[in-house]
């Protein structure tokens, strides 16, 4: 990302252009997607089963 700051810079026109920043940032989250893939397997015998596809 880049801040863009006029000349003369001063701390308080840095102080104000981070301000913004952090007003704009939004919180992400992976909460949408909990339990959106249903397929109907044992989640423990799966991994059991792929992993021994490698040795």
Known sequence: MIIEIEQP???RK???A???MQK???KKSLRKHFGKLK???NALNYQKEVRDEWS
């Open 9 to 11: 810079v001063t701390p």
């Open 14 to 16: 840095v102080q104000d």
């Open 18 to 20: 981070l301000g913004e």
């Open 24 to 26: 704009r940032k939004e």
């Open 39 to 41: 397929r109907g397997i």
